[in-house]
């Protein structure tokens, strides 16, 4: 009974890391639609330089990261078991949106920001539960499903009326899907909207 409820209770938290993944993902991009470029980039620069400074403290203070990690870990999967000794995913991801939106056209950037908040959680999920196919750490199931709800997210975004096409978000979202696929040496968090971005302003730029 107690090893069930231990499996119940691992499960609720990758569902709850999940979903928060997906929603503060989606703050970026929601905010990119309403701010201005300068209020946009002064308030994402300022947070993720907030969370850098963090990371820094934590790193240079052991007390402070053991005192971190022990009231965040258990109780809502901030941190997984290898970012105890690295930075953590959000704080890639905040640095990550704040040069993708600075890089890049405000729709691209949108949009590859998407694919990293909701195609992330999708392939998590759907791996976790129903990937049965390994390719290395992930699973064929959870890119397949990456891609499915990055492609999903940029057809939304066109009907919205961002300035995208079918082409440049398919072809974004299978690079977003691989690229996390992909095991390089750098988080996922920070080189999928960079990377997925890249290819679409080169798309555009080339159709």
Not at 24 to 44: D, K, M, N, Y
Not at 164 to 170: D, G, I
Not at 177 to 183: G, M, S
């Amino acid at each position: 009974m107690a090893r069930g409820d231990d499996s119940h209770s691992q499960t609720k938290g990758k569902i709850l890391r999940h979903l928060f993944h997906l929603c503060a993902g989606s703050i970026p991009p929601l905010l990119a639609l309403v701010l201005t470029r300068e209020w946009l980039l002064i308030f994402l620069g300022t947070v993720a330089a907030i969370f850098v400074t963090i990371e820094v403290l934590r790193f240079l203070i052991a007390p402070l990261n053991q005192r971190l990690i022990s009231r965040f870990a258990g109780a809502s999967e901030a941190f997984k078991e290898h970012e105890t000794a690295r930075p953590i995913g959000s704080t890639y991801f905040m640095v990550g949106a704040f040069f993708t939106l600075l890089f890049f056209p405000r729709d691209i950037a949108v949009a590859a920001l998407f694919f990293s908040a909701v195609g992330d959680a999708v392939a998590a999920t759907v791996g976790e539960r129903y990937g049965r196919t390994r390719l290395g750490s992930k699973s064929a199931e959870g890119t397949v499903a990456f891609f499915v709800s990055a492609l999903i997210v940029g057809g939304i975004l066109i009907v919205a009326g961002l300035r995208l096409n079918l082409v440049t978000v398919a072809v974004g979202a299978l690079v977003a899907a691989l690229v996390e696929l992909i095991p390089i040496p750098f988080d996922d968090n920070l080189t999928i909207p960079l990377i997925s971005a890249s290819v679409m302003a080169l798309a555009l730029l080339i159709s």
